[in-house]
């Protein structure tokens, strides 16, 4: 029997003030994109690693936030850098993948069990999308069915190249110019045999209409909506296992009802009952097996030279094990933080581990310093940008103590590019940093433009110390790769 229906539909007043302050959360977590303005050498300052500074919106919710966070790239010149790609060969790859065959024997093929989850988040930034694909891809896993995936439509604003460049009304890059693994089509481990997952249009023909069951969120989320989050994954986990059809869609009710329709929603990634989901996830194949995209590694390693460190005597030899790599958000950040801080916001998914050393916790409603304490470490100044640096690597170097440790090289992910960036590196330069690079020092062809956002990730999940944002989801999806590579919680850290 299910349970009642409790606490789905709160009070009008309550309803309200969450929904606002989650309205204000999503903008917050949805406003990195991939592209960046990638043409620094026109601009007024030059910033150096050895110099010094010289889909269409799925709702009307998803729209107003488009409206809202959207951060209009600077019109590329044809002149310094080409048209977006094709990734002819990354299609070809996926709809070649060879779990598309009919003939294969259960669980795959035509007798295979599978799963298409439509209520996705759609036309937002990356960083909601890919947390809410592993999880889903999680959920499938655990189900016995085949994750069916989808390409990802760049959010309104965030497309890296302006419409008049643009190959399509809605750019669309295939999940494997991001990231490699299980959710994108990639194998499982050796001897497991759950069933690979399968592209949207495999889907159509495994799983013709006449075969599929449709199941609308609302026929399960009011009964689960403010669980914890290992107890709403399971509660979905053992309903996709009993239900007899092969192909179940599960489509998003109308957006009156739930402004978030999704199996694992933002009022779950925002608040701490998400950290029940950690253990299971961070272990599962899933996480185990999400691997870098080769177009990403491709970038990586074109731009190793920068990262080189100035003093060859000293170890490791490795320039990611002498990094410290930084997250800066400015700019359009700073009025999400401002009203973050006056929701009493707390910081956002994988984020929240009690093992991070890292813990803000807003204070009250009413206190005075309430929007200060929260400003300093959502958007802190130079100053206490350059205070945290300090102490990140210090308490790192003690921990390594007894081991050949240094670092010496910086990276900052940013989409700052003025003067306040110019004097924070200068003061991380005289306080000892030797080599200094920034998200705009990084040479990148077209299909690595795109993904520019995943390049970063890649630098800061290699990095010896990351410094990111709390409430930030690509902070949080750097976190979950560090993690599930080994990295130690002290060498993870929060403004």
Aim: contains cysteine.
């Amino acid at each position: 029997m299910r349970p009642p229906r409790t606490n789905f539909y709160l009070s009008c007043s309550r309803r309200s003030a969450v929904f606002v302050a989650a309205l204000v959360l999503f903008a917050f977590f949805t406003t990195l994109p991939f592209g960046r303005d990638e043409e620094p050498r026109y601009r007024k300052f030059r910033f150096s690693h050895h110099k010094s500074p010289e889909n269409e919106p799925a709702s009307a919710t998803s729209d107003f936030l488009s409206q809202e966070t959207a951060v209009t790239p600077t019109p590329l010149k044809q002149t310094t850098r080409p048209g977006p790609p094709t990734h002819e060969k990354l299609w070809n790859f996926e709809k070649n993948l060879p779990q598309h065959n009919l003939d294969l024997p259960f669980p795959e093929g035509k007798t295979g069990r599978y799963v298409k989850f439509s209520n996705e988040i759609r036309g937002l930034g990356w960083n909601n999308c890919f947390n809410e694909l592993l999880m889903n891809t999680h959920l499938a896993y655990m189900s016995k069915r085949a994750y069916v995936f989808s390409p990802h439509p760049f959010a309104v604003g965030h497309y890296p190249w302006p419409p008049e460049e643009r190959l399509s009304k809605q750019p669309l890059i295939p999940l494997n110019a991001l990231f490699s693994g299980p959710t994108a089509g990639g194998p499982w481990e050796e001897g497991d045999n759950a069933p690979r997952s399968v592209s949207a249009e495999w889907w159509e023909v495994v799983c013709p209409e006449s075969e599929r069951r449709t199941v609308n969120t609302n026929e399960i989320k009011p009964y689960i909506n403010t669980a914890e989050g290992d107890k709403i994954f399971e509660y979905w986990r053992n309903f996709l296992l009993d239900a007899p059809e092969r192909c179940i869609e599960v489509v998003p009710t109308d957006y009156n009802i739930d402004n978030f329709p999704q199996v694992f929603d933002l009022w779950l990634w925002g608040t701490p009952r998400i950290v029940s989901l950690w253990d299971s996830f961070s272990k599962s194949p899933t996480s185990r097996l999400l691997g870098t995209s080769p177009v990403v590694e491709s970038a990586v390693v074109r731009n190793k030279l920068l990262f080189l460190p100035r003093d060859h005597k000293a170890s490791p030899r490795d320039p990611f094990q002498r990094m410290l790599a930084m997250h800066i958000r400015r700019g359009d950040y700073r009025k999400f933080c401002q009203n973050l801080a006056t929701y009493g916001s707390t910081f956002y998914s994988w984020d929240l581990l009690p093992s991070l050393p890292d813990v803000f916790t807003p204070l009250p409603e009413g206190h005075p310093d309430r929007l200060e304490h929260a400003m300093e470490h959502c958007s802190p100044g130079v100053n206490a940008t350059l205070a945290k640096v300090r102490d990140a690597r210090a308490d790192y170097l003690h921990a390594s103590r007894g081991h050949s440790q240094t670092l010496d090289v910086l990276y900052i992910l940013t989409n700052q590019y003025d003067e306040w960036l110019g004097e924070l590196i200068e003061l991380l330069r005289n306080d000892g940093w030797s080599t200094i690079v920034t998200s705009h020092d990084l040479e990148l062809d077209s299909a690595q433009i795109e993904g520019s956002g995943a390049v970063d990730m890649d630098i800061a999940r290699q990095a010896a110390v990351f410094i990111g944002n709390g409430w930030s989801s690509f902070t949080s999806n750097i976190v979950h790769r560090r993690l599930v590579d080994g990295k130690l919680p002290i060498s993870i850290r929060f403004w």
